[in-house]
């Protein structure tokens, strides 16, 4: 396997990270996303990075798989959860480590930061490949149930 670099995403990573998104919304939930609303949503992240950010796992001068991070501040435990989401690692790159490699490196970056007190993600209730990867990689289901309206659906 060709070695993996794990780096935090720019302005210029946009368009791959939107194509990534749809993909995953596809393939994980048949959801089609709009194309422009998914490159806004993303341009977004970058133009306030109070709304989170993206780290990118590169091999052969290709990106291979990525999450974002967004913010849920706990009064409980006065402390930052960051929330993993839109998690996408290439077909041709799965079972070879790459969500392992990016989910070490947010680990040690939330670990040695004094304001995160944890990390979270959800995932579609029918992914058992990825719920039984977060398994092996020592997260546990917290007991709580997810309700949502939303206000936009693109």
């Not at 060709?2 to 990270?17: H, M, Q």
């Not at 990867?133 to 309206?149: A, D, I, W």
Request: aromatic share 14%; charged share 25%.
């Amino acid at each position: 396997m060709s070695e993996l670099t794990i780096r935090w995403a720019g302005p210029g990573d946009r368009d791959a990270i939107a194509k990534n998104n749809r993909a995953t919304a596809l393939e994980t939930e048949k959801m089609e996303l709009n194309e422009r609303t998914s490159l806004l949503g993303v341009s977004a992240v970058f133009d306030n990075p109070s709304r989170g950010f993206y780290l990118l796992a590169e091999a052969e001068e290709k990106i291979v798989g990525q999450l974002m991070i967004t913010y849920e501040w706990s009064d409980w435990r006065n402390g930052l959860f960051w929330w993993i989401q839109s998690v996408y690692v290439d077909p041709e790159w799965r079972e070879k480590g790459v969500f392992s490699a990016l989910y070490t490196y947010l680990k040690e970056k939330a670990q040695n930061d004094p304001e995160v007190c944890g990390l979270r993600l959800y995932v579609f209730h029918r992914n058992d490949i990825a719920q039984n990867v977060y398994t092996e990689l020592g997260m546990k289901r917290p007991g709580y149930n997810l309700f949502e309206v939303v206000f936009a659906d693109e």
